[in-house]
DNA sequence: TGCGAATTTGCATAATATTGCAAAATAGTA
DNA sequence: TACTATTTTGCAATATTATGCAAATTCGCA
């Protein structure tokens, strides 16, 4: 039995009673518990179920994060929120700017996250309000209403006051030559200026982005550190994105 | 089963009955009482409930979206905002800040209004992006949970560039001879700045916040220009603030 | 202040995870 | 096809975590 016909047996069944075991897994897939387990961990590092001590539960189950995400988000997108949430850790200070992937990241945060979120993305407020130990720094600037965040220059001179230990970049068009590009030259604007003073960026970006371009040139592929997509890193079409010294996750 | 389980388990009940006690939930999901207080005891570390001695309660601080907090309108403040309305011209640029009763007056506004908007208040942000015509200019600053509103530094000086028509001064103390005060000395600051840069400004109160003082004076009476409150301008718990020059609306 | 109940702490046991390693399976290549 | 390199898998040894019990402590209340 091929790997990939045991993911799909673990993810059917997670989906269909919400959790699942090891020691059942390994019976009915006939092969050993260790293997189950090592499964699981690769479908947990891909955002796709939540490993727990004893076997996994639907990423719906996760008691630690209380959010109601079922509404607005995708499915490719709570994958690339999963995989995001690895990134962020307690104490730092993190750019999130624009687009919805970053609401999905905001929505999947464990309960008790700690730590300082800057961001023009109006968006994210309602949702991050409810954590109380992320300290909220809002930038302003002229509201967009097409993305609901903060642009213009009183946007990138507020972004210019911080320095980050982490950048998030939502979705954007990507190009293994022309490198990130964004639609509005506005939004184009805060996304150098955050990346300008981050210590670390990750582009997030669903499949549909990855070889597409938009007019507004933000930077080359190699000034960012990875790249997080709903695609699992093995994944053909992430083929042109490799070898340029960025992290696919 | 998973011990995430059991914390939805609880997480449920209290959601449903408001609390939870030990001795049950241990019944219930089959383990010892200790299991269940470390149960509780991580969930409350995790900011999901309220862990108190025989069991746990939900959160009554249950944190309100700022939909949920600006659908909260007393008769009182829909009387105010009503009045403000006719204060504000097509065209103009206008200063809002904090407060509830600047919710209500957004929410009471027609559809078509047509003029600028600044504030740092973030619970205006999802009623005024419904207005076409009105641009929204967001202050920045540092978050505050319990006014849904930028504050500090960054705030104010934000304020000071810009240079509005008209300042509609949300709910705060007002006492004749003390003036006007706030509860918060970064809500004073940034009411300050936004009354210094305004041509007109006008205190929106109700009744209870008159003859209030708090601990940060923000300006005089007589550098306002009008009051607006719930009561009829006849009424005489008016009488304290006429013949000071000030609108009594 | 003193009593009983609730809670915390330390500890033993069992369940679960991790790691290194070797055998088996698979893929790649001449 | 045969050979090598790589990956996958199972296993054993070790580490970590969860759980229940009991003793010690704290707390609430009369």
């Known amino acids: 039995m091929l790997k990939e016909e045991r993911f799909n047996h673990i993810l059917t069944l997670i989906k269909k009673k919400g959790k699942a075991n090891y020691e059942s897994l390994a019976g009915e897939l006939n092969v050993s518990e260790d293997t189950i387990r090592r499964d699981i961990e690769s479908l947990h590092t891909n955002g796709l179920l939540l490993k727990v001590r004893g076997g996994a539960l639907s990423l719906s189950k996760n008691p630690l994060s209380f ?36 609401c999905a990241v905001a929505s999947h945060l464990p309960a008790n996250s700690r730590f300082r979120l800057v ?34 220059g009183q946007t990138c001179s507020e972004a210019a006051k911080y320095i980050a230990d982490l950048y998030l970049m939502g979705t954007c068009a990507l190009q293994k030559d022309l490198g990130i590009s964004a639609v509005f030259q506005s939004d184009g604007e805060v996304k150098q200026q955050m990346l300008k003073n981050s ?23 190699k000034e960012i550190k990875g790249l997080v997509t709903d695609l699992p890193a093995n994944d053909p079409r992430l083929d042109d994105f490799r070898g340029l010294g960025i992290r696919l996750i």
């Open 199 to 221: 210590a670390k960026t990750y582009a997030l970006a669903n499949n549909a982005k990855l070889n597409a371009t938009e007019y507004y040139k933000v930077c080359e592929l």
């Open 119 to 152: 961001t023009n993305n109006m968006a994210l407020v309602p949702v991050i309000s409810t954590f109380r130990h992320i300290e909220l720094i809002v930038l302003g600037g002229i509201y967009d209403r097409e993305t609901a965040a903060n642009t213009g």
């Open 67 to 102: 959010q109601d995400r079922t509404r607005y988000q995708s499915e490719e997108k709570n994958i690339i929120a999963l995989k995001t949430l690895q990134l962020i850790r307690e104490g730092q200070t993190v750019f999130m700017d624009g687009g919805s992937t970053n």
